[in-house]
């Protein structure tokens, strides 16, 4: 009856519940935490290597944002009663402590924005007409003041709350982790390290969205691309990558070393269904492969051409944008091939294209951060104190 079945599994082991949208929620929360970092490495910690792209970051951050909750929602039976985890809240529901922090966090993520942009929108309301007018007029909050004075406020208002942000950034992904690691009964996401993979895994798949993200805005508005930025970036990128690799090859690491019973269904499982995403994808193609041109991009920098340089940033970038995802895959859908009985695989699973959370509703659901990020560069373009030679903050 169910010829994908081997060994001995429970009647619940036998379908995969948590399917592809929940393949794609840790992975867009985690690019809206790595983007952010970016931003706030400059308007926190004043990195001036960051300054070409402080804005286009926190944009990016904003967009991704505004859909991470959309294949929660495409997921559940009745999306239309989420709104009750806010409406009334319950502190001691893991998820329900994820929509409070998602919504806190998006709100300060806002105001963040508005006072950024707070200049650009009053002269571009200032110098249109009609609707354009009314619409910059109703963002500017009736605020009209640009003087020196007002824009340091805004300087230290931002830097405030950039520095609220960097944490909780953080803990809306930690987070992610943790809601896999409180399910005691699954050996595979019950471990302490899960959250700390999540929020490494986060800043490097953000850190290589906006590496990738910036070589395009630059190469379609013809400016030219900021060697320092992309140097920096690599470097940021690399430690995170080191990191993160370390710690996914930690906890496989001990769990073999101990020699326990889950080890014994855990093993079977990295070394055979998912062989290909584990070993292929996410360790050799998504990690060794990227290790080694991160490497030759931060060692040798000050000898490299800057399209050398462009071109190994851009390849292993995309390369570990598929590493997150096949960790991001391996945990969700690998956790649940194997039976609580420890006997027993669900031997496969591939979404189907046309279903309700399949290959299509994710591909649409990824596709519509890029949308709006294209509406905000319409709206505020985000590279223009680079022509102006504005101090972007």
């Given at each position: 009856?169910?010829?994908?079945?081997?060994?001995?599994?429970?009647?619940?082991?036998?379908?995969?519940?948590?399917?592809?949208?929940?393949?794609?929620?840790?992975?867009?929360?985690?690019?809206?935490?790595?983007?952010?970092?970016?931003?706030?490495?400059?308007?926190?910690?004043?990195?001036?290597?960051?300054?070409?792209?402080?804005?286009?970051?926190?944009?990016?951050?904003?967009?991704?944002?505004?859909?991470?909750?959309?294949?929660?929602?495409?997921?559940?039976?009745?999306?239309?009663?989420?709104?009750?985890?806010?409406?009334?809240?319950?502190?001691?529901?893991?998820?329900?402590?994820?929509?409070?922090?998602?919504?806190?966090?998006?709100?300060?993520?806002?105001?963040?924005?508005?006072?950024?942009?707070?200049?650009?929108?009053?002269?571009?309301?200032?110098?249109?007409?009609?609707?354009?007018r009314r619409l910059?007029?109703?963002?500017?909050?009736?605020?009209?003041?640009?003087?020196?004075?007002?824009?340091?406020?805004?300087?230290?208002?931002?830097?405030?709350?950039?520095?609220?942000?960097?944490?909780?950034?953080?803990?809306?992904?930690?987070?992610?982790?943790?809601?896999?690691?409180?399910?005691?009964?699954?050996?595979?996401?019950?471990?302490?390290?899960?959250?700390?993979?999540?929020?490494?895994?986060?800043?490097?798949?953000?850190?290589?969205?906006?590496?990738?993200?910036?070589?395009?805005?630059?190469?379609?508005?013809?400016?030219?691309?900021?060697?320092?930025?992309?140097?920096?970036?690599?470097?940021?990128?690399?430690?995170?990558?080191?990191?993160?690799?370390?710690?996914?090859?930690?906890?496989?690491?001990?769990?073999?070393?101990?020699?326990?019973?889950?080890?014994?269904?855990?093993?079977?499982?990295?070394?055979?269904?998912?062989?290909?995403?584990?070993?292929?994808?996410?360790?050799?193609?998504?990690?060794?492969?990227?290790?080694?041109?991160?490497?030759?991009?931060?060692?040798?920098?000050?000898?490299?051409?800057?399209?050398?340089?462009?071109?190994?940033?851009?390849?292993?970038?995309?390369?570990?944008?598929?590493?997150?995802?096949?960790m991001r895959w391996?945990v969700v859908i690998?956790?649940?091939?194997?039976?609580?009985?420890?006997?027993?695989?669900?031997?496969?699973?591939?979404?189907?294209?046309?279903?309700?959370?399949?290959?299509?509703?994710?591909?649409?659901?990824?596709?519509?951060?890029?949308?709006?990020?294209?509406?905000?560069?319409?709206?505020?373009?985000?590279?223009?104190?680079?022509?102006?030679?504005?101090?972007?903050?």
């Open positions: 009856m169910f010829p994908e079945l081997t060994g001995f599994l429970f009647p619940n082991d036998v379908h995969i519940h948590w399917s592809l949208m929940i393949v794609l929620y840790p992975y867009i929360t985690g690019l809206v935490a790595g983007a952010f970092l970016v931003s706030s490495l400059y308007h926190v910690f004043g990195r001036d290597e960051f300054k070409p792209l402080g804005r286009f970051a926190l944009a990016t951050a904003l967009c991704f944002l505004a859909v991470a909750g959309l294949p929660l929602l495409n997921h559940l039976g009745h999306p239309e009663r989420a709104i009750n985890i806010v409406v009334t809240p319950n502190f001691t529901s893991a998820m329900a402590g994820f929509g409070i922090l998602y919504a806190s966090y998006f709100i300060i993520l806002l105001f963040e924005v508005w006072f950024v942009f707070r200049v650009d929108i009053i002269e571009t309301a200032a110098r249109s007409r009609g609707f354009k910059f007029s109703i963002l500017a909050l009736g605020v009209y003041d640009v003087s020196p004075q007002s824009q340091a406020v805004d300087k230290r208002i931002t830097r405030i709350l950039a520095a609220i942000g960097i944490p909780m950034a953080c803990l809306l992904h930690g987070y992610v982790g943790f809601l896999f690691g409180a399910v005691k009964a699954n050996p595979w996401w019950s471990t302490p390290l899960m959250p700390v993979i999540f929020l490494f895994s986060a800043m490097v798949s953000g850190i290589a969205l906006l590496i990738v993200l910036y070589q395009i805005a630059m190469k379609l508005k013809g400016m030219a691309i900021d060697r320092y930025a992309i140097a920096a970036m690599s470097r940021w990128l690399w430690l995170f990558m080191i990191m993160s690799l370390t710690l996914e090859l930690l906890e496989i690491m001990m769990l073999a070393y101990e020699r326990a019973e889950e080890w014994e269904v855990i093993g079977h499982l990295l070394t055979h269904q998912l062989s290909f995403s584990f070993i292929s994808l996410q360790m050799i193609g998504g990690g060794l492969v990227p290790l080694i041109l991160l490497g030759i991009v931060v060692l040798m920098d000050r000898y490299m051409d800057d399209r050398i340089r462009n071109t190994l940033s851009m390849v292993a970038s995309l390369l570990l944008l598929l590493q997150v995802l096949s391996n690998g956790g649940q091939m194997f039976s609580k009985s420890m006997r027993g695989f669900r031997e496969a699973y591939v979404p189907g294209m046309f279903e309700k959370e399949g290959i299509l509703a994710a591909a649409l659901i990824l596709f519509i951060p890029f949308v709006l990020l294209v509406i905000f560069e319409r709206v505020l373009p985000t590279f223009r104190h680079l022509e102006r030679g504005d101090d972007p903050a």
